[in-house]
């Protein structure tokens, strides 16, 4: 048996719950379509997942850090957005700015399932929200 590699040359991480043990895809996909479960991915950043109508990982993980001043924030399930509890920030799914003062669209990375493990890496190319380059890059 030969463990996982937990980092690879990309900069993919494997996903990891708060206490830092690797999260296996099949015990988020296990959640019903639609969940948004967090995870630790890259440094360490909390992480939103999406689990697709399909029963699969949608491939873009949204980073649980609000643009304006760094709060955390839930997923609003009802309204579809994430909400910002700090000064009211809103953000579509994708993590696009419905509602500031939040400045910047939300950060992006990939998320990739292999052999039952989750990889996140950076997100490096344009942002197709935007159509430009990421801002943190
Ligand atoms: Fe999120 Fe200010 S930190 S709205």
Known sequence: ????????AGG????????????????ILAEPAGTRALIAGLAGEPT?????QDGTLENVGIV????????TFPWNEIDQ???CPCHGSRYSADGSVLRGPAPLPLKIVHVA?????IWISPWTEIDPRTGETPWWV
């Open 81 to 83: 957005q994430f909400q």
């Open 12 to 27: 993919a991480i494997i996903a990891k719950d708060k206490l830092g043990n690797p999260i296996p895809a099949s015990q």
């Open 113 to 117: 399932v292999k052999d039952n493990s």
């Open 64 to 71: 649980d850090n609000c643009t304006h001043l760094g709060c």
């Open 48 to 52: 939103y997942l999406t689990v697709k």
């Open 1 to 8: 048996f030969i463990p996982p590699a937990e980092s690879n």
